[in-house]
């Protein structure tokens, strides 16, 4: 079994746990003035492996599921087994980690603020396979093909956007600190990407 499917099963399964048992909610849910004021700092990584509902975790784990294999096969492929998997480990878990950052900054005497979901290791994975390979197609509400560079802008620049109108729950910050993370860990892993990255996109321009 993959790791990509290893993350998947292990997210479903601890997201209805956690549905059905409200204490393991709360005690994992990410509350930035619990990881303040009493030092409960594991809340970063357990708040991306519960989600709100069945939309939120359905969301999240196709793109996990469409994107995380590719990327696994790049790493591995790159890196070599062990060492391409515990640097996809890295990614997604980082990319998890970073995600909780900014609402952590900004809510961290707020004691009613919450955020959960793998939004920001997904994103990291995401935007690490558009460097890999910028013109494959990336498909909205199934419908709407784009090369994944051009989805990545409107990607960054809506959530960029989202993040500071506030008009909704969504964590679109923790979208940004994700998807930089992936951006930034893959080019220290393989800085010849920025320039692979580069030329595919000025040949699809051509």
Do not use: C
């Not at 690490?128 to 199934?142: G, T, V």
């Not at 409107?154 to 923790?174: E, F, P, Q, W």
Request: aromatic share 20%.
């Amino acid at each position: 079994m993959s790791l990509t499917l290893i993350f998947i099963v292990l997210t479903v399964a601890l997201s209805f746990y956690a549905w059905n048992n409200s204490h393991i909610m709360n005690k994992w849910i990410m509350n930035p003035y619990s990881v303040y004021r009493h030092k409960e700092y594991y809340r970063f990584l357990t708040a991306g492996f519960i989600h709100a509902d069945y939309g939120h975790l359905l969301f999240n784990m196709l793109s996990l599921y469409f994107f995380g294999d590719v990327v696994e096969f790049y790493f591995t492929r790159v890196f070599g087994e062990s060492t391409g998997i515990i640097y996809y480990a890295v990614l997604y878990l980082g990319g998890i980690l970073a995600g909780g950052i900014p609402g952590f900054m900004d809510n961290k005497n707020n004691s009613y603020y919450n955020a959960l979901g793998a939004s920001g290791g997904v994103s990291a994975v995401v935007f690490s396979a558009i460097l890999f390979d910028p013109l494959s197609k990336i498909y909205i509400y199934f419908a709407i093909g784009l090369p994944g560079f051009i989805y990545a802008i409107l990607y960054s620049a809506y959530s960029y956007y989202m993040s500071k109108r506030n008009l909704d729950n969504i964590g679109h910050s923790a979208h940004l600190w994700g998807a930089g993370f992936g951006v930034v860990f893959t080019l220290l892993l393989k800085p010849s990407l920025f320039m692979h990255f580069i030329n595919q996109i000025l040949s699809w321009s051509l």
